[in-house]
Structure formats: structure tokens, C-alpha cells
């Protein structure tokens, strides 16, 4: 091959002739460079498009990942409310219990009889003390749901124990209200005894089947124990009687009243005053004719006038 270089200024040419290699080199020179340019520029746009797709990518991912947060601390909010209003309840069921146990206290203090000044439910249980020495590492509290939780155990074994000693207690008291016990007056004194003595009408030799007590007209007559009362009114020989039934076969009877203050029906209680003293029926002056009856036959009321209750 040959190459002919024809100078512009001075018009004289040049001639190279070139071998074989040469023309090799040059081919490859003048083909190679404009394909080695277009690969350039196509890797650049390429990866200008990658970097744009990448800048994309990551703002996308950030997004979705602030999303995921966003619903997990929604979640977790509502997880918290949830917690916090079961605390509530659970707090409020515990508030509630604890002033049962105040009421069943003050029953209980009530039907005991205590000093009201001894057990004061209403007040926080006085505590002191000399400060001692300290006898281990600093107290660490335990969960507060736990302690929650131990507190409401505590609280219902509470609940049982004063419930099953209120239940005793009123057991115990309606014994000692139905206990037949006492005298049938308030003021006045034993005038004829249970039993054998002289009829104060006739004179002859006479059973008597209670106990009279003798006292002011209109002074009060008291039933002796509750009960429910079966007789309120006129009775042959009794005059105003008033008959109580006092349960496991025990019966008393108050007669010669000038006044009845009771009706058939009527629950009573213990000391209750039931009639106004008099001299109605077979009488020879005011007084309160005391019978006692124990299933249906009468018994001496002196055995019972003295009696207390263990």
C-alpha cells in the first residue's frame, strides 16, 4: 500500500509505501477509536441511568421502612392503652373491694360490741418505730403487675375470712337473741313464784304455772328473746295477753296488760317492749303474769330469769 502526502503551501507530494503489519495497525487504529468512543459513551449513559435508579431505589426503601416504624409505633400505642385501661378496671375492682372489706369491718366491729375507737377502718394502721439497723441491700420492688396480682390474692383472702367470721358473729347473735334470758320488766319485783301457793281468790291450794312480777300501772313489759309474736289480745283468765314464739320449741307469755303494742305477725327482738303493765283478767292488782313454754309444757321461768348465755 501506497501512501501519497501532497504538501498545501509548497505543492510538493511525499509517497510511503506501507507493508503489511503497518496497514494492520493502521485499520485497527482508525476502526478501533470511533467503536472505543461510542462503548465510552454508552457506559456513561448507563451509568448515569443506574445512579438515577439507585437515588430512586433508596428513597423508596426509606419510605417503606418509616411506614413499618409508623404502624409498629401504632401498634405499640395501642398495645399501651389497652394495658392501661385494664390497670384502670383492675385498680377500680381493687378500690371496690377494699371498701367491702371497710363495711364488712365496721359490721363486724358493730356486732361484737368493740370499741369503736379500737378498730377504725376508715384510718391507715398506725405504724412506727426506731429506726434499726439496716439489714441487707437496698429493696428492689418487684413488677408493679405482680404486686398488683398479689394484692388482689390477699385482698380475696381477706374477703373470706371476714366473711366466714360476719357469718359466725350473726350466728352467734341470733343464738344469743333467741337465748331465752332475763326479767319481763324493766322495773318491779317478784310477787308470787312458779308453781304450788294459795289461789288469791279462793284460797285454796293452786298450781301456778309462771311468775308474777308486780310494778307501776303502764310501766313496760319486754319479751325476754326475739321471736315471731302468735297471740295479741284478750285471753280467759290471762286478761290483755301477748304470746311470742321464740323457735326451737320455746314459747313465753305476758298477760294481765293494760296494753297490747304488738300484733299477731310481728317479728320482735330482744328486750322490746311489747306491752304497758296492768291489771286485766284474773288479777288483783297491776303486774305481768311470765310463762314460759318449752315444747308445749310449761317450765319454771326462774331457771331462765337468771340464765346467761355461753
Known amino acids: 500500500m501506497k501512501v501519497i502526502v501532497v504538501s498545501k503551501h509548497h505543492g510538493r507530494t511525499r509517497s510511503f509505501s506501507l507493508g503489511g503489519w503497518t496497514r494492520a495497525v493502521l485499520s485497527v487504529c482508525l476502526l478501533g477509536l470511533p467503536m472505543g468512543m461510542g462503548v465510552w459513551i454508552g457506559q456513561e449513559l448507563k451509568g448515569d441511568d443506574s ?3 439507585f437515588t430512586g431505589g433508596s428513597a423508596q426503601a426509606w419510605n417503606d421502612a418509616l411506614d413499618q416504624q409508623g404502624e409498629q409505633l401504632a401498634e405499640a400505642k395501642r398495645q399501651a392503652e389497652e394495658q392501661l385501661a385494664a390497670l384502670t378496671l383492675r385498680m377500680a375492682e381493687l378500690q371496690a373491694r377494699l371498701l367491702r372489706l371497710d363495711a364488712l369491718g365496721e359490721r363486724l366491729t358493730t356486732i361484737a360490741k368493740l370499741d369503736s375507737g ?3 377502718f376508715s384510718q391507715v394502721p398506725a405504724l412506727g418505730g426506731p429506726e434499726g439497723s439496716a439489714m441487707g ?3 428492689n420492688p418487684p ?3 405482680d ?4 394484692l388482689t390474692d390477699q385482698i380475696e383472702d381477706r374477703e373470706h375470712q371476714l366473711e366466714t367470721l360476719e357469718a359466725l358473729l350473726a350466728k352467734r347473735k341470733i343464738q344469743r337473741d333467741v337465748f331465752i334470758a332475763g326479767r319481763p320488766v324493766t322495773k318491779g319485783w317478784m310477787s308470787s313464784r312458779f308453781g304450788r301457793r294459795t289461789d288469791p281468790f279462793k284460797g285454796h291450794i293452786a298450781w301456778h304455772n309462771g311468775v308474777d312480777f308486780a310494778g307501776k300501772m303502764g310501766s313496760d313489759v319486754v319479751s325476754v328473746a326475739a321471736g315471731v309474736v302468735i297471740w295479741s289480745g284478750e285471753r280467759s283468765g290471762y286478761g290483755q295477753m301477748v304470746e311470742v314464739n321464740h323457735g326451737n320449741g320455746f314459747s313465753t307469755r305476758y298477760a294481765h296488760n293494760s296494753e297490747n303494742l ?3 305477725g310481728d317479728v320482735i327482738k330482744k328486750g322490746q317492749v311489747v306491752a304497758l303493765m296492768g291489771s286485766s283478767g284474773r288479777s288483783t292488782g297491776p303486774h305481768v303474769h311470765f310463762e314460759v313454754y ?3 309444757r310449761a317450765v319454771d321461768p326462774a331457771s331462765y330469769i337468771h340464765r346467761t348465755i355461753r
Not at 404486686?147 to 398479689?150: S, W
Open 51 to 53: 445512579a438515577d435508579l
Open 118 to 120: 379500737e378498730f377504725d
Open 137 to 139: 441491700d437496698v429493696y
Open 143 to 145: 413488677e408493679f403487675i
Open 147 to 150: 404486686v398488683i396480682d398479689q
Open 262 to 264: 304488738v300484733s299477731v
Open 294 to 296: 318449752k315444747n308445749g
